[in-house]
């Protein structure tokens, strides 16, 4: 299945065709200055996530990223815990469902091939997107912020749940 979903990627099969007109529109607004400013206020949120978070954070040219398993420790060392009742990959859904409901900051994580990623990812910040929400070093500080509510939430799994899940409803079946 793994080099199936890979040759069907390669082709773009993934795409969904209500996602065409996105992709049309992104397409109709590519320069390369417009890449530069993408790649230019990324860089200055990794830099920032950076100064906050340390070597937990990875800079490549075009994203910023935060492992799972090193946003895991971050959290655990916030939780003043040795061990989680959840997986890194939920650790992550939940800083990002903090970031999008909070701070309205959508990340890779639910913008991707949901979910995209087992990583916390910032690909291609919008240099307005920074700026609408005050800077890269405030939304370092969101991201910093959101680490922390999820770190206090650790203290009681069931809030995880339902920040991931919502209320949920048990099926009773057919009436």
Do not use: C, N, W
Request: proline share 6%.
């Amino acid at each position: 299945m793994a080099a199936i979903r890979a040759v069907a990627f390669e082709y773009g099969l993934e795409a969904r065709p209500m996602l065409y007109p996105a992709v049309v529109q992104s397409l109709e607004q590519y320069t390369e200055e417009r890449v530069r400013d993408l790649t230019t206020a990324t860089s200055s949120l990794g830099e920032a996530l950076h100064a906050r978070l340390g070597d937990a954070v990875t800079l490549t040219p075009v994203a910023v990223k935060i492992e799972a398993e090193d946003l895991l420790a971050v959290v655990l060392a916030r939780a003043e815990l040795a061990a989680t009742p959840i997986v890194p990959y939920e650790i992550t859904a939940a800083i990002a469902m903090v970031l999008l409901r909070e701070y309205g900051i959508l990340t890779v994580h639910f913008a991707g091939l949901p979910p995209g990623t087992a990583a916390l990812l910032f690909k291609f910040v919008p240099p307005e997107v920074l700026d609408r929400l005050g800077g890269a070093p405030k939304v370092a500080g969101y991201v910093d912020a959101a680490i922390d509510q999820v770190a206090e939430m650790l203290h009681t799994p069931a809030s995880i749940k339902e920040l991931l899940l919502g209320t949920v409803v048990a099926y009773t079946g057919a009436s």
